[in-house]
């Protein structure tokens, strides 16, 4: 595993790493603070929903084109015999490295705002009128894994739509569409006594796309028939 990481880190600058890892997070999660200071649950959807723009604006700086036709910046790896094991890892890694960042942005703003002591105040009121008086510990991390595999699906489906081009202008286009996405799946919240079941969905979804990503990725790089 130790090595996969490096592999990884070796992919990357450590300008990139300090924005990803720290800047970008801190950033959301600071946003998310300030839309919450008045309705909490809105300051934990404006987390979910931006973080696919970031995401996929920061991946146009580690594997921008990649899936471009005519794409040839990573072509070197096929000189090497461990070059695609390495690509093939850093692809799976990066992947984990969007679900841990969407897991921990919208966590740390869900027990900030939690803590402020109106998080669950809002919840009861919100949802009083479908006769919920209150939400079970079991509830709270169903909708909480609701927020995160939105936000994750958004995130890798862009990346993976926006690594046909590395035009900035297309990114921003194909980021929108992540967020707009992501917004609209929040209706969804209106089935919040079927939240388990909408979990296990989006999980098979986000499956399905995953491996999409690093196959169609690797296909390219190796010289897949996919762009002849």
Do not use: H
């Amino acid at each position: 595993m130790g090595k996969k990481v490096k592999s990884y880190l070796a992919f990357t600058s450590p300008l990139y790493r300090i924005a990803v890892y720290l800047l970008i997070p801190a950033g959301i999660v600071g946003i998310g603070l300030w839309a919450g200071r008045e309705s909490e649950v809105v300051g934990v959807i404006f987390v979910a929903v931006l973080l696919p723009v970031a995401e996929v604006l920061s991946d146009s700086w580690l594997f921008g084109g990649i899936q471009a036709k005519d794409a040839v910046k990573l072509d070197y790896l096929k000189t090497s015999g461990q070059g695609m094991r390495i690509l093939r890892s850093t692809l799976i890694l990066d992947l984990v490295r969007k679900f841990i960042t969407a897991l921990g942005t919208i966590l740390i703003c869900y027990l900030v705002l939690r803590a402020a002591g109106r998080y669950e105040d809002e919840i009861d009121i919100a949802f009083s009128r479908r006769g919920m008086m209150g939400m079970s510990g079991w509830e709270e991390v169903t909708l909480l894994l609701f927020f995160v595999l939105v936000s994750y699906l958004a995130s890798v489906a862009g990346t993976f739509l926006s690594r046909y081009g590395g035009m900035i202008w297309l990114n921003l286009t194909i980021g929108y569409c992540a967020a707009v996405f992501a917004a609209l799946c929040m209706f969804l919240l209106m089935f919040l006594n079927y939240m388990f079941i909408l979990d296990v969905f989006f999980c098979v979804l986000i499956l399905g796309v995953g491996i999409l990503t690093v196959r169609t990725a690797m296909r390219k790089v190796e010289g897949g028939s996919y762009d002849q």
